[in-house]
């Protein structure tokens, strides 16, 4: 799940002005999370218009990229850390989501033939074979090798690397360990059959694993690095170069023209392109605010929003009855969910611990602050079925892994209280104080968005003093996303004891962004027998997938006792389309989306 489509973004939770007077004592919704969508939407517009030639090859697709503060801008698919610039990149990708991509795959996210390079698994040998595509080059037009396959690796887990795509199912691969702790200045268990300047890699690994055989996989990295173009910036000072600010190199369907910081993309054609054509000649992606999305698509500014892009219920109201566009969407590949900062990350020994004195270490208080929000009814109300009430972390698009019979936390404000009380949590006034007696304050972070999400904080506020806990906004008020952000990436922090975010994952399910090691540990949480049954979903048991099924719902369980990090809310991802449009489709077997898009007028009407 940590493929470099992580939300870093306000999470789609659905409300608006007025709702911080919504919520009542007992569950509005026996199980939503359950019952999924009640809304369905299709996965492609079908325009039967004839495509203007002329004014898809000499005109330009506008995008909006749905965002309250400036993309971050880095080009590099392994060092970014959100989704905005996952977006705002996007059309150097075949498809959203895939920048710099090896692999394509089936409606199943499997692997398959037919990318920039295919993959073979020998279980016999524990091998992984990748090879490039004959002919196939970056967008300046030099040849795509394999050494650019290997320096991957090597920008993911160099010691100095600001990447988070490391994790410790890395180490799998025979000689990462060592090269990760600096130890080696190569990967052993890498080799070129035809040399560096080859197509083919073979990777050695100490044990073949089920995931590898899906997209999104925390085992064997999918991307490649432009070696020859950025070989001379150290690497820990990759993401501050202008080869990754400035000027970054893909190898999709077009070419980045322009970046006007923080705002905007710019792209024209890539010649170099192997795969399909792309019809449109020029693309532009704009950031656009959540407050102004709704009237820059009304008055015809935007061919569409980003397909990744965060758009929400109250949007969906303003917009689903516009003549001129379509609403299009999917089940997300994501969730909204609540963290608890019970820890820190241990810089030395690159692993998160458990801090039994925090805050947030009771189990009981967490739990408690689960139940007494009221997400059932916010989402029943204001969300006009965008968005439901999730119950796991894992979400219901992986539908053999869902367990859709798990309740999560559904309002219970009687058992909110009971669990306060059993725990030592006594009212003394208003408010209650900790088992020693102490006073209890505890900081929500929260990011800064819509009107409609401020209304939902206070009303998560609202519910938490209900039950006689003193909730206030870390830093007295809600905060930039990169500065919410930057907080919660420390190794360590104190502004911040519980946060609603968002995660956008990757086509393999497992949830190595909670693992041990990982520096996507938020809240930096650790324990045994999540370590165990994470492991357990990549064991050669799991090859069999009623068992990884199995282990995946033992998962959910577990977290879902511990509430460690608790479910929010599911939706889906959607974008209003502008009728001239065609060729728009969200469908996995659209291995093309750029390049399968035309125009059929020359104005969006």
């Known amino acids: 799940m940590n493929k470099k489509k ?4 306000a999470v789609a939770v659905l409300a608006v002005i007025g709702l911080a007077g919504c919520s009542s004592k007992s569950s509005s919704s026996n199980s939503s999370g359950e019952k999924g969508a009640s809304l ?6 079908t325009n039967t218009k004839a495509t203007d030639k002329a004014a898809t090859r000499n005109g330009t697709l506008h995008v909006a990229e749905p965002a309250d503060a400036p993309f971050a801008g880095i080009g590099d698919p392994n060092l970014m850390s959100n989704n905005e610039d996952n977006d705002v990149f996007a059309p150097g990708a075949a498809a959203p989501g895939s920048i710099n991509a090896l692999f394509i795959s089936d409606k199943n996210n499997k692997i398959i033939d037919g990318g920039l390079a295919n993959q ?20 300046n037009g030099s040849p795509i090798t394999a050494k650019d396959i290997e320096y991957t690796y090597e920008v993911i887990a160099n010691k100095a690397s600001t990447s988070q795509a490391y994790t410790a199912d890395m180490n799998n691969i025979k000689g990462m360990a060592a090269y990760h702790a600096g130890t080696a200045k190569t990967i052993s268990g890498i080799a070129y059959p035809d040399g560096e300047t080859g197509r083919s890699v073979v990777i050695h690994c100490t044990k073949m694993t089920p995931a590898m055989k899906f997209v999104g996989n925390s085992f064997i990295a999918e991307t490649v690095e432009p070696y020859d173009y950025i070989k001379n910036v150290p690497i820990g000072k990759l993401a501050a170069s202008p080869q990754v600010r400035k000027n970054p190199l893909f190898t999709g369907p077009y070419k980045l023209d322009k970046i006007v910081p923080g705002e905007s993309t710019s792209w024209s054609k890539n ?4 795969g399909k054509k792309p019809q449109i000649k020029n693309i532009v992606i704009t950031v656009v605010s959540s407050n102004n999305i709704d009237k820059a698509i009304q008055s015809g500014k935007y061919d569409f929003t980003s397909p990744a892009g965060v ?3 109250t949007d969906y109201k303003q917009l689903k009855n516009l003549k001129n566009y379509k609403i299009v969407g999917q089940p997300e590949l994501g969730y909204g969910y609540f963290g ?5 990350f241990d810089t030395k020994t690159g692993k998160n611990t458990l ?3 925090s805050k947030m270490a009771n189990k009981s208080l967490r739990k408690a602050m689960m139940y007494a929000v009221n997400n059932d009814a916010v989402t029943k109300k204001f969300s006009y079925g965008i968005s439901w009430r999730a119950n796991t972390l894992i979400p219901p698009i992986f539908d053999n892994y869902w367990d859709s019979s798990a309740k999560g936390f559904p309002l219970d404000i009687k058992k909110a209280n009971k669990l306060l009380d059993d725990a030592g949590y006594k009212k003394k006034g208003k408010w209650r104080v900790q088992p020693n007696g102490k006073p209890l304050t505890i900081y929500f972070g929260a990011m800064t968005g819509t009107s ?3 209304a939902t904080y206070q009303d998560y506020l609202q519910q938490w003093h209900k039950i006689g806990l003193n909730v206030k906004f870390a830093t007295g008020k809600t905060m930039e996303m990169n500065s919410f952000y930057s907080t919660l990436e420390a190794p360590k922090q104190n502004k911040i004891d519980i946060y609603d975010a968002a995660w956008s994952v990757s086509s393999e399910p497992t949830p190595t962004m909670y693992t041990e090691t990982s520096v996507q540990n938020l809240g930096h949480f650790a324990t045994a027998k999540n370590t165990q049954l994470i492991n357990d979903m990549n064991s050669d048991k799991a090859w069999n997938d009623s068992y990884r099924a199995k282990i995946f719902k033992e998962w959910q369980a577990y977290m879902n006792e511990e509430a460690y990090v608790a479910p929010d809310a599911f939706s889906y991802t959607w974008a209003p389309v502008n009728t001239r449009v065609k060729g728009y489709s969200l469908k996995s077997s659209n291995v093309d989306f750029w390049s399968s898009l035309s125009l059929t007028s020359s104005s969006m009407k």
């Open 311 to 313: 758009m929400h219920g």
């Open 120 to 139: 073979r698994l020998d279980r016999k040998n524990n091998t992984v074979t990748i090879t490039l595509r004959k002919g196939a080059k970056w967008s």
């Open 271 to 274: 010649p170099y392109y192997y």
């Open 6 to 9: 992580l939300v870093l973004s």
């Open 355 to 357: 801090d039994p004195h």
């Open 452 to 454: 409609a999400q401020a």
């Open 340 to 344: 608890f900062n019970v820890g820190q």
């Open 40 to 45: 369905k939407l299709p996965d492609h517009y």
